[in-house]
């Protein structure tokens, strides 16, 4: 989540750059089926291409600067994690004692997000490549997570990032479950999104392993490939199996008297993981404000035009070093988007670089506080649950309109 002429994400440079060598001399535009207006309609070609070159330059500008402070960074965040988890599943040996179960449950929540989202989610995306140290580099990592690496970086690498929020294209816009956009056709199915939602957020990492799989394609009868999706089931079991009896059968009986505390603190790691995964995800490409895209719009797409709908297709939470650290900094979605290959920790430094140039091409920047941004991706799942012209105001109205035409038309009563 590369080679120069291509931004997108850790995938072989010439798979990724035939799609976006294309230069063109007016822009053209699709409209939305919802008739919402095009942001970016105030830009011509040219501005949009040297903007391309504005970001183009600040990537290769902190390409070029890596250095011993960028190594030392990821291999103190990884020294920090590994004795963080060990530590606490040796408090969790004592389990039995509730200051231990407190103690241990917290370290190792917060061990396994760290795990998963600064670690995990940025070496598979190829930022520390380049360190050539083969512990963290993209090509061989496995995280601790149900999706194996190489499903997660296809659907994730390759599709999510490549087609960022083209409704059609990108798998990631609902995962499958969900209508987030007003384009997206209504079915009564959608009326029960926040709960499908809420339970995903419950059980996110199986979500994402499913997605990955494309399950739900396999189950309607449109896989393209039953072969390949055999293959993949059979290691996502596998992996879902070497993660279950390390955390739910190994590390609870090594606890002896303390097995059932310890097994309900993996059980409440996991959980507490999924949920601020979830969160952080949700912060990052539903709430208000991130737009969506027509299939159609991205033929013959220049880069500066993928720089674009990186840029208006993500958003970023405002908050602490900390908070940044533990969302792997996809609080930065915007500059991950934009540069998905580049060290998670130099995001913050060019985040105001960004801003400033969107605003100088007079587009949006969507940030806010976590609290604010996940009530607003909320709100979202809501609201498109229902139908684009739902409204309860509207809905009373209706049937209020449905109860007089039934009176109207019943026969007048007999005086006896």
Same mark, same amino acid.
């Given at each position: 989540?590369?080679?120069?002429?291509?931004?997108?994400?850790?995938?072989?440079?010439?798979?990724?750059?035939?799609?976006?060598?294309?230069?063109?001399?007016?822009?053209?535009?699709?409209?939305?089926?919802?008739?919402?207006?095009?942001?970016?309609?105030?830009?011509?070609?040219?501005?949009?291409?040297?903007?391309?070159?504005?970001?183009?330059?600040?990537?290769?500008?902190?390409?070029?600067?890596?250095?011993?402070?960028?190594?030392?960074?990821?291999?103190?965040?990884?020294?920090?994690?590994?004795?963080?988890?060990?530590?606490?599943?040796?408090?969790?040996?004592?389990?039995?004692?509730?200051?231990?179960?407190?103690?241990?449950?917290?370290?190792?929540?917060?061990?396994?997000?760290?795990?998963?989202?600064?670690?995990?989610?940025?070496?598979?995306?190829?930022?520390?490549?380049?360190?050539?140290?083969?512990?963290?580099?993209?090509?061989?990592?496995?995280?601790?997570?149900?999706?194996?690496?190489?499903?997660?970086?296809?659907?994730?690498?390759?599709?999510?990032?490549?087609?960022?929020?083209?409704?059609?294209?990108?798998?990631?816009?609902?995962?499958?479950?969900?209508?987030?956009?007003?384009?997206?056709?209504?079915?009564?199915?959608?009326?029960?999104?926040?709960?499908?939602?809420?339970?995903?957020?419950?059980?996110?990492?199986?979500?994402?392993?499913?997605?990955?799989?494309?399950?739900?394609?396999?189950?309607?009868?449109?896989?393209?490939?039953?072969?390949?999706?055999?293959?993949?089931?059979?290691?996502?079991?596998?992996?879902?199996?070497?993660?279950?009896?390390?955390? #739910?059968?190994?590390?609870?009986?090594? /606890?002896?008297?303390? @097995?059932?505390?310890?097994?309900?603190?993996?059980? $409440?790691? =996991? &959980?507490?993981?999924?949920?601020?995964?979830?969160?952080?995800?949700?912060?990052?490409?539903?709430?208000?404000?991130?737009?969506?895209?027509?299939?159609?719009?991205?033929?013959?797409?220049?880069?500066?035009?993928? #720089?674009?709908?990186?840029?208006?297709? /993500?958003?970023?939470? @405002?908050?602490?070093?900390?908070?940044?650290?533990? $969302?792997? =900094? &996809?609080?930065?979605?915007?500059?991950?988007?934009?540069?998905?290959?580049?060290?998670?920790?130099?995001?913050?430094?060019?985040?105001?670089?960004?801003?400033?140039?969107?605003?100088?091409?007079?587009?949006?920047?969507?940030?806010?506080?976590?609290?604010?941004?996940?009530?607003?991706?909320?709100?979202?799942?809501?609201?498109?649950?229902?139908? =684009?012209?739902?409204?309860?105001?509207?809905?009373?109205?209706?049937?209020?309109?449905?109860?007089?035409?039934?009176?109207?038309?019943?026969?007048?009563?007999?005086?006896?």
């Amino acid at each position: 989540m590369t080679a120069t002429a291509t931004p997108p994400a850790a995938a072989a440079p010439r798979a990724r750059s035939s799609r976006l060598d294309t230069t063109t001399t007016e822009r053209h535009h699709v409209p939305k089926r919802s008739g919402k207006p095009d942001p970016t309609a105030h830009l011509s070609a040219a501005q949009v291409e040297a903007l391309g070159r504005e970001l183009d330059a600040l990537r290769q500008e902190v390409l070029d600067s890596r250095g011993s402070a960028d190594a030392a960074y990821i291999r103190k965040v990884i020294k920090v994690q590994r004795t963080l988890d060990l530590s606490s599943r040796v408090v969790l040996l004592f389990s039995l004692f509730p200051p231990a179960w407190v103690a241990g449950t917290i370290g190792l929540s917060v061990a396994k997000i760290l795990e998963n989202m600064e670690i995990g989610h940025n070496v598979m995306h190829g930022q520390w490549d380049w360190m050539r140290d083969p512990k963290i580099h993209s090509q061989v990592y496995e995280w601790d997570h149900a999706s194996p690496s190489a499903q997660w970086k296809r659907s994730h690498n390759e599709i999510h990032h490549t087609f960022t929020n083209v409704l059609g294209r990108d798998n990631d816009l609902g995962y499958g479950i969900m209508r987030v956009d007003e384009d997206q056709k209504w079915h009564p199915s959608y009326v029960g999104q926040p709960l499908w939602n809420f339970i995903n957020a419950c059980i996110f990492e199986y979500g994402i392993a499913a997605y990955d799989l494309e399950l739900g394609k396999q189950l309607k009868g449109r896989g393209e490939d039953p072969e390949r999706f055999r293959a993949d089931a059979k290691k996502v079991l596998a992996k879902i199996g070497r993660q279950m009896r390390k955390d #739910y059968v190994v590390h609870p009986l090594l /606890s002896g008297p303390s @097995v059932l505390h310890t097994l309900a603190a993996n059980v $409440t790691a =996991n &959980l507490v993981r999924n949920l601020w995964t979830h969160s952080v995800i949700m912060c990052g490409h539903f709430p208000e404000g991130v737009e969506t895209f027509a299939k159609e719009s991205i033929d013959g797409e220049t880069r500066g035009e993928w #720089y674009l709908r990186q840029m208006i297709g /993500s958003a970023n939470i @405002v908050g602490s070093k900390a908070m940044h650290v533990m $969302t792997g =900094n &996809l609080s930065h979605q915007i500059e991950h988007h934009c540069f998905p290959d580049l060290p998670s920790n130099r995001y913050a430094e060019i985040a105001p670089r960004v801003q400033e140039i969107t605003a100088r091409y007079g587009l949006s920047y969507t940030t806010g506080s976590l609290p604010r941004q996940v009530g607003s991706a909320w709100k979202q799942v809501i609201k498109l649950s229902l139908p =684009n012209d739902f409204s309860l105001g509207g809905a009373a109205r209706a049937g209020a309109g449905r109860l007089l035409g039934r009176l109207r038309r019943r026969p007048a009563a007999v005086a006896a």
